[in-house]
């Protein structure tokens, strides 16, 4: 399961690609929109930004952006990066050893196969793809009125 960090900086990351060229976006703007609390985002965008995935500006006129374009940022890496190891168990995470004696891991090629479905779909899955969808969604729901 995705944690509520891994969903907040995915949110994030929404928002500064919604607003990418407009400047940077000051953090109290992103909280509100994507409500956030301020105090749990700064952690986040800490993490993100010591990631590469957005640069903060300091000062008037500062906040955040993309540190690259919105298509160039996949989901898999950004979870990765706020999650750590997205692996169901510990024996099929990428730096543990296979042990086939291990009998928590009897059934690893199960979880293996699923992990690797899992992060290759991930990986398809770019920032962009993720405002595509959330902007169609939301004309979607958007009253339409007519006269």
Do not use: N
Request: hydrophobic content about 35%.
């Amino acid at each position: 399961m995705i944690s509520t960090k891994g969903d907040y900086g995915v949110r994030a990351l929404i928002d500064l690609a919604v607003h990418a060229g407009e400047g940077p976006v000051q953090r109290a703007d992103i909280a509100s929109r994507r409500h956030i609390s301020e105090s749990y985002l700064d952690h986040l965008l800490a993490q993100l930004r010591r990631d590469g995935f957005i640069r903060s500006t300091r000062g008037p006129g500062g906040g955040h952006e993309l540190a690259k374009p919105a298509a160039d940022l996949c989901l898999l890496h950004v979870l990765e990066s706020l999650e750590g190891s997205l692996a169901p168990i510990g024996c099929v995470h990428e730096d543990s050893a296979d042990d086939e004696h291990d009998p928590l891991c009897g059934q690893q090629w199960v979880w293996r196969e699923l992990y690797d479905g899992m992060r290759e779909r991930l990986a398809e899955i770019s920032v962009a793809e993720l405002v595509e969808r959330e902007q169609a969604r939301e004309q979607a729901i958007a009253p339409s009125y007519s006269i």
